[in-house]
């Protein structure tokens, strides 16, 4: 291997592997980012982010939708009705994931 | 509901929707991710690819890599030693992730 190009390479993990790291450990999984792109798109009431986002269990998604706030890229919003409303959107922090998944959709379709 | 909306949101989906879903389903999980992220970086041998991706299993890392080079993402290169030694690196096709792993560094920097 080229040591020229082995030195350039650690130097790039140090400078952007823990980011690149703790940023998957936060939105990589799969259904997280499937649930952070129906956000992306509009607010869901639970009920309905459950059927667009199909095969999800309802325990992985109250689980999922629970770290999503906690990490602040969504937020939970209940109308005091009966039964209760509960809708889920994203939030101005999550919003900036738009150019993540942009590239995801790029890298889509240049791969099929 | 406002149905203006709806449809927009729809065309949207539609548009981009699968694209992103199957590109989610490939590469969206969290150790994919990972390793993908360590092959962007350089080539590795099985067990540094093991030490590097921190908590992975031998299991999931073998299946994980069997998807990948099945996906056309990542290669496997057997050097016929005594044992045999196995390098795994990146393709182009997988070289092309560059840009979504970017976005994530991008991202990274922002959400801390």
New interface residues.
Partial sequence: ?DTT??TT?DS??SY??A????????????WT??IL?ELL??EHRYAELQRRVAGISQKVLSSELKSLVSAGLVEREVTPTVPPQVTYRITA?GR??D?????????????R
Same sequence: chains 1, 2.
């Avoid at 980011?19 to 799969?30: E, Y």
């Avoid at 150019?99 to 791969?111: L, M």
């Fill in positions: 291997m190009a082995e390479s790039f993990t952007c592997g980011t690149v790291r703790r940023a998957i450990d936060l939105i990589g999984g799969k980012m499937l792109w798109d509009r922090e900036s994931l150019d993540v998944f942009a590239a995801i959709d790029r890298w889509g379709h240049r791969h």
